[in-house]
């Protein structure tokens, strides 16, 4: 199946910069609390969020990073990006169509979601090489996504998540699944929280 048209951003972001309603729903809310809840370590030197919509997200993971590259595809969801974080000096929000375009520079946390059930199976693929070939060595990968069926969908989301885990080789980290979504995270080095903390 091809990877889902541009057409499909443009149509969603035609009325409004938050078509998932990431600024009022608890729900979302709550997911984005679980997603910072699997990090295994309380900062990072520079991370790369492709797929960031209107930055909620974003706004989250800020105070833990040195670094934080935000990115998408559509204009409307970096322009509300953008205005979401500019108060954060260490955020830089991107126009990037990913995995066709990627970043320069090495990243020790990566978060890829509710994105990559838009691409192809052999684009999930080429996305985990280039994220393998940007990790640092101590790099953590986090995936969230929704599990249900729609029809956008290009990828089912076990498959994603398979795909991200045997393309990149990373040691599996941490897995919360619930019956709407699912959140898993690998290691580079294989190590987690209680090996990362001294004492």
């Excluded at 057409?7 to 984005?32: C, G, I, L």
């Excluded at 989250?60 to 979401?84: F, G, I, S, V």
């Excluded at 795909?163 to 580079?188: H, K, M, N």
């Amino acid at each position: 199946m091809p990877d889902t048209p541009d057409t499909y951003f443009d149509a969603v972001y035609a009325r409004t910069d938050d078509p998932w309603h990431y600024r009022t729903r608890w729900f979302e809310a709550r997911k984005r609390a679980l997603l910072l809840a699997v990090l295994d370590r309380p900062r990072f030197r520079s991370a790369f969020e492709p797929g960031c919509a209107n930055g909620e997200f974003t706004a989250m993971l800020a105070p833990r990073c040195e670094r934080l590259l935000a990115a998408d595809r559509h204009p409307r969801a970096t322009e509300a990006a953008a205005r979401r974080n500019a108060g954060s000096a260490n955020v830089t929000v991107a126009s990037i169509k990913v995995p066709w375009e990627w970043p320069e520079g090495t990243f020790d946390l990566m978060v890829i979601s509710e994105f990559a059930y838009y691409l192809a199976t052999d684009q999930v693929a080429w996305l985990a090489r280039r994220i393998r070939a940007s990790m640092a060595a101590d790099g953590l990968l986090v995936a969230c996504h929704w599990l249900h069926p729609f029809d956008e969908r290009a990828c089912a989301t076990d498959d994603v998540h398979r795909l991200l885990q045997d393309e990149t080789g990373f040691a599996p980290a941490a897995e919360y699944r619930e019956a709407d979504y699912v959140i898993q995270a690998w290691s580079v080095d294989g190590r987690g929280p209680s090996q990362r903390e001294p004492g």
